[in-house]
Protein backbone atom coordinates (compact mmCIF):
# COMPACT_ATOMS: atom_id res chain seq x y z
CA UNK A 1 0.00 0.00 0.00
CA UNK A 2 1.58 3.46 -0.62
CA UNK A 3 2.48 5.46 2.27
CA UNK A 4 1.34 8.43 0.48
CA UNK A 5 -2.22 7.25 1.79
CA UNK A 6 -1.70 8.90 5.16
CA UNK A 7 0.20 11.86 4.35
CA UNK A 8 0.80 14.46 5.36
CA UNK A 9 -1.83 15.47 8.05
CA UNK A 10 -1.23 11.65 9.23
CA UNK A 11 2.76 12.10 9.88
CA UNK A 12 1.80 15.67 11.41
CA UNK A 13 -0.48 14.73 13.48
CA UNK A 14 1.58 11.14 14.34
CA UNK A 15 4.28 13.92 15.88
CA UNK A 16 1.64 15.00 18.79
CA UNK A 17 -0.66 12.26 19.02
CA UNK A 18 -0.58 8.32 19.16
CA UNK A 19 -1.81 6.92 15.11
CA UNK A 20 -4.95 4.92 15.42
CA UNK A 21 -3.34 1.42 14.66
CA UNK A 22 -5.83 0.47 11.84
CA UNK A 23 -5.65 3.77 9.72
CA UNK A 24 -2.55 5.68 11.24
CA UNK A 25 -0.14 2.61 11.06
CA UNK A 26 1.48 2.45 7.27
CA UNK A 27 1.89 -1.44 6.58
CA UNK A 28 5.12 -0.54 4.87
CA UNK A 29 6.79 -0.41 1.57
CA UNK A 30 7.50 -4.14 1.39
CA UNK A 31 4.06 -5.75 1.84
CA UNK A 32 2.92 -8.20 1.26
CA UNK A 33 6.00 -9.93 1.43
CA UNK A 34 7.03 -7.89 5.20
CA UNK A 35 4.40 -6.35 6.66
CA UNK A 36 4.58 -4.05 9.87
CA UNK A 37 1.95 -5.17 12.18
CA UNK A 38 -0.31 -4.41 15.32
CA UNK A 39 0.06 -6.94 18.03
CA UNK A 40 -3.10 -7.01 20.09
CA UNK A 41 -2.27 -10.06 22.51
CA UNK A 42 0.81 -11.89 23.83
CA UNK A 43 0.80 -15.79 24.93
CA UNK A 44 0.72 -15.15 28.22
CA UNK A 45 -2.90 -12.94 28.53
CA UNK A 46 -5.43 -14.21 30.61
CA UNK A 47 -8.14 -12.33 29.06
CA UNK A 48 -8.88 -11.51 25.18
CA UNK A 49 -8.02 -7.15 24.23
CA UNK A 50 -8.80 -6.43 20.88
CA UNK A 51 -8.63 -2.61 19.04
CA UNK A 52 -11.57 -0.52 20.15
CA UNK A 53 -12.05 0.58 16.31
CA UNK A 54 -13.60 4.12 17.15
CA UNK A 55 -10.53 5.39 19.84
CA UNK A 56 -7.95 2.85 17.98
CA UNK A 57 -7.17 1.95 22.04
CA UNK A 58 -6.58 -1.64 23.35
CA UNK A 59 -9.61 -2.52 25.27
CA UNK A 60 -10.64 -6.10 26.81
CA UNK A 61 -13.15 -7.83 24.79
CA UNK A 62 -13.54 -10.69 27.56
CA UNK A 63 -12.04 -12.54 29.98
CA UNK A 64 -10.70 -16.31 29.11
CA UNK A 65 -13.20 -18.72 30.63
CA UNK A 66 -10.91 -21.37 29.58
CA UNK A 67 -6.99 -22.30 29.91
CA UNK A 68 -6.79 -21.73 26.39
CA UNK A 69 -3.80 -19.11 25.22
CA UNK A 70 -2.85 -17.51 22.14
CA UNK A 71 -0.04 -19.78 20.87
CA UNK A 72 1.42 -17.09 19.07
CA UNK A 73 2.13 -13.35 18.71
CA UNK A 74 -2.14 -12.01 17.55
CA UNK A 75 -3.18 -9.03 15.95
CA UNK A 76 -4.08 -7.77 12.83
CA UNK A 77 -2.69 -6.10 9.64
CA UNK A 78 -2.96 -1.86 9.17
CA UNK A 79 -4.77 -0.46 6.70
CA UNK A 80 -6.23 -4.14 5.59
CA UNK A 81 -9.79 -5.02 5.41
CA UNK A 82 -12.21 -8.52 4.90
CA UNK A 83 -14.40 -7.44 2.27
CA UNK A 84 -15.30 -7.99 -1.15
CA UNK A 85 -12.49 -9.05 -2.76
CA UNK A 86 -11.15 -11.54 -0.04
CA UNK A 87 -14.73 -13.18 0.60
CA UNK A 88 -14.84 -13.58 -3.31
CA UNK A 89 -11.15 -15.71 -3.02
CA UNK A 90 -12.72 -17.58 -0.07
CA UNK A 91 -15.83 -17.79 -2.44
CA UNK A 92 -13.84 -19.59 -5.07
CA UNK A 93 -11.82 -21.77 -3.00
CA UNK A 94 -14.78 -23.18 -0.62
CA UNK A 95 -17.56 -23.33 -3.70
CA UNK A 96 -19.56 -21.25 -1.35
CA UNK A 97 -21.18 -18.27 -2.74
CA UNK A 98 -22.96 -16.98 0.17
CA UNK A 99 -19.47 -15.98 1.95
CA UNK A 100 -18.91 -12.68 2.62
CA UNK A 101 -16.23 -10.69 4.43
CA UNK A 102 -16.73 -10.08 7.96
CA UNK A 103 -15.57 -6.30 7.95
CA UNK A 104 -12.82 -6.39 9.99
CA UNK A 105 -9.00 -5.78 9.52
CA UNK A 106 -6.99 -9.19 8.47
CA UNK A 107 -5.80 -11.09 11.49
CA UNK A 108 -2.02 -12.24 12.04
CA UNK A 109 -0.44 -14.55 14.26
CA UNK A 110 2.97 -14.32 14.61
CA UNK A 111 5.51 -16.50 15.33
CA UNK A 112 8.57 -15.99 17.33
CA UNK A 113 11.29 -17.24 20.19
CA UNK A 114 11.22 -14.35 22.02
CA UNK A 115 9.36 -13.34 25.28
CA UNK A 116 7.23 -10.68 24.34
CA UNK A 117 5.07 -9.80 27.89
CA UNK A 118 2.56 -7.26 26.09
CA UNK A 119 0.32 -6.42 23.42
CA UNK A 120 -0.21 -2.82 21.86
CA UNK A 121 3.05 -2.82 20.16
CA UNK A 122 4.44 -2.97 16.32
CA UNK A 123 6.47 -5.33 14.76
CA UNK A 124 8.00 -6.35 11.72
CA UNK A 125 6.72 -9.66 10.31
CA UNK A 126 7.00 -12.03 7.57
CA UNK A 127 3.77 -13.99 6.34
CA UNK A 128 4.44 -17.86 5.54
CA UNK A 129 0.90 -19.00 4.95
CA UNK A 130 -2.71 -18.94 6.69
CA UNK A 131 -6.05 -20.58 7.82
CA UNK A 132 -9.10 -19.83 5.89
CA UNK A 133 -11.62 -19.67 8.62
CA UNK A 134 -15.41 -19.19 7.86
CA UNK A 135 -16.81 -17.99 10.85
CA UNK A 136 -21.00 -17.78 10.21
CA UNK A 137 -20.34 -17.69 6.36
CA UNK A 138 -17.52 -14.90 6.98
CA UNK A 139 -14.58 -14.25 6.11
CA UNK A 140 -11.74 -14.70 8.92
CA UNK A 141 -8.47 -15.82 7.78
CA UNK A 142 -5.56 -15.94 9.91
CA UNK A 143 -2.26 -15.01 8.19
CA UNK A 144 0.57 -17.00 10.03
CA UNK A 145 3.84 -15.10 9.71
CA UNK A 146 7.23 -15.27 11.42
CA UNK A 147 9.02 -12.42 13.07
CA UNK A 148 11.13 -10.76 10.60
CA UNK A 149 15.08 -11.94 11.29
CA UNK A 150 13.65 -13.76 14.61
CA UNK A 151 16.65 -16.50 15.68
CA UNK A 152 14.46 -19.59 15.20
CA UNK A 153 11.57 -19.19 12.85
CA UNK A 154 13.40 -16.49 10.91
CA UNK A 155 14.69 -19.38 8.46
CA UNK A 156 10.58 -20.96 7.63
CA UNK A 157 9.94 -19.80 4.00
CA UNK A 158 6.48 -21.20 4.23
CA UNK A 159 3.88 -23.00 6.01
CA UNK A 160 5.33 -26.36 5.42
CA UNK A 161 8.44 -25.37 7.49
CA UNK A 162 6.41 -24.99 10.80
CA UNK A 163 6.39 -28.13 12.76
CA UNK A 164 3.18 -29.94 13.02
CA UNK A 165 1.95 -29.63 16.31
CA UNK A 166 2.64 -25.74 15.97
CA UNK A 167 -0.17 -25.73 13.40
CA UNK A 168 -2.21 -27.83 15.16
CA UNK A 169 -2.28 -25.74 18.24
CA UNK A 170 -3.11 -22.45 16.28
CA UNK A 171 -6.18 -24.17 15.20
CA UNK A 172 -7.17 -25.24 18.01
CA UNK A 173 -7.28 -22.01 19.59
CA UNK A 174 -9.19 -20.33 16.89
CA UNK A 175 -11.73 -22.75 16.71
CA UNK A 176 -11.97 -23.30 20.37
CA UNK A 177 -11.36 -19.89 22.36
CA UNK A 178 -14.87 -18.52 21.75
CA UNK A 179 -16.99 -21.08 22.64
CA UNK A 180 -18.87 -21.38 25.66
CA UNK A 181 -20.97 -24.44 27.33
CA UNK A 182 -24.27 -25.03 25.41
CA UNK A 183 -23.23 -22.30 22.42
CA UNK A 184 -22.57 -24.33 19.23
CA UNK A 185 -20.34 -21.94 16.99
CA UNK A 186 -20.86 -22.45 13.10
CA UNK A 187 -17.16 -22.23 12.77
CA UNK A 188 -14.41 -24.16 10.55
CA UNK A 189 -11.20 -24.00 8.96
CA UNK A 190 -11.44 -25.42 5.21
CA UNK A 191 -7.70 -24.72 4.21
CA UNK A 192 -4.35 -24.43 5.41
CA UNK A 193 -2.79 -22.75 2.67
CA UNK A 194 1.07 -21.51 1.54
CA UNK A 195 2.52 -18.17 1.24
CA UNK A 196 1.11 -17.42 -2.12
CA UNK A 197 -1.86 -17.54 -1.06
CA UNK A 198 -1.07 -15.50 2.11
CA UNK A 199 0.23 -12.78 -0.35
CA UNK A 200 -2.75 -12.72 -2.28
CA UNK A 201 -5.63 -12.57 0.82
CA UNK A 202 -3.08 -9.83 1.99
CA UNK A 203 -2.81 -7.77 -1.09
CA UNK A 204 -6.94 -8.33 -1.82
CA UNK A 205 -7.50 -6.90 1.79
CA UNK A 206 -5.23 -3.97 1.05
CA UNK A 207 -7.78 -3.25 -1.77
CA UNK A 208 -10.40 -3.97 0.11
CA UNK A 209 -9.40 -1.12 2.50
CA UNK A 210 -8.91 1.57 -0.20
CA UNK A 211 -12.16 0.89 -1.72
CA UNK A 212 -14.03 0.76 1.69
CA UNK A 213 -12.13 4.14 3.26
CA UNK A 214 -11.92 5.74 -0.10
CA UNK A 215 -13.47 8.87 1.24
CA UNK A 216 -11.44 9.02 4.25
CA UNK A 217 -7.82 8.58 1.85
CA UNK A 218 -9.37 11.55 -0.34
CA UNK A 219 -10.04 13.82 2.43
CA UNK A 220 -6.46 13.37 4.03
CA UNK A 221 -4.94 13.80 0.80
CA UNK A 222 -6.09 17.17 0.01
CA UNK A 223 -5.70 18.58 3.35
Known sequence: MSSK???????LMGLRYKSHPWHGVE???????VLTCYVEMVPTDTVKYEVDKVTGYLKIDRPQKYSNLVPALYGFIPQTYSGEKVAELSQEKTGNENIKGDSDPVDICILTEKEITHGDILVRARPIGGFRMIDGNEADD???AVLNNDAVYGAYKNIDDCPPMVIARLKHYFLTYKDLPGNKRDCEITHTYGIDEAHEVISRSIRD????F???NSALANV
Do not use: C, N, V
Open 214 to 216: ESL
Open 27 to 33: IGSEAPE
Open 5 to 11: IMDPIGR
Open 142 to 144: KII
Open 209 to 212: YQIR
